[in-house]
């Protein structure tokens, strides 16, 4: 199943989810559609659906949006790996609390510790 992205125009929140998710789109797994045709009740942008699941609002990691959508990710992926890693990600950010890194800071951080294990 494909992922349907509704973006915005203009929407800085759009442009960044079409950063983090360049590859899902190039390969198609999920499909980017003008606001024009988002449902009715959409409140805010970026917003993602999923089957009957939706999300809207940056979703800050692929696996996120994954989990809020109920998404495997496809091409293998199960929905235990990708609670796993986030699970990992939110014990890092609960471990580095008071450390008033930025979220790019923390990113890089995390990528330290799970390359030296």
Same mark, same amino acid.
């Given at each position: 199943?494909t992922?349907l992205?509704?973006?915005?125009?203009?929407?800085?929140?759009?442009?960044?989810?079409?950063?983090?998710l360049?590859?899902e789109?190039?390969?198609?797994?999920?499909?980017?559609?003008?606001?024009?045709?988002?449902?009715n009740?959409?409140s @805010?942008f970026?917003?993602f659906v999923? @089957?009957?699941k939706?999300?809207? @609002?940056f979703p800050?990691t692929?696996?996120n949006?994954?989990?809020?959508?109920d998404?495997?990710?496809?091409s293998?992926?199960?929905?235990k790996?990708v609670?796993?890693?986030?699970?990992k990600?939110?014990?890092?950010?609960?471990?580095?609390?008071?450390?008033g890194?930025?979220?790019?800071?923390?990113?890089r951080?995390?990528k330290?510790?799970?390359?030296t294990?």
């Amino acid at each position: 199943m494909t992922i349907l992205f509704y973006s915005m125009d203009g929407c800085g929140y759009c442009s960044m989810s079409k950063e983090l998710l360049k590859n899902e789109i190039k390969n198609k797994k999920i499909k980017v559609l003008s606001h024009l045709k988002a449902p009715n009740n959409v409140s @805010g942008f970026p917003h993602f659906v999923n @089957g009957s699941k939706s999300f809207t @609002g940056f979703p800050q990691t692929k696996e996120n949006l994954y989990m809020q959508l109920d998404f495997s990710g496809g091409s293998g992926s199960s929905k235990k790996r990708v609670k796993r890693k986030l699970n990992k990600w939110q014990k890092f950010l609960k471990r580095n609390k008071g450390k008033g890194w930025s979220i790019a800071k923390m990113k890089r951080e995390y990528k330290k510790v799970k390359l030296t294990r």
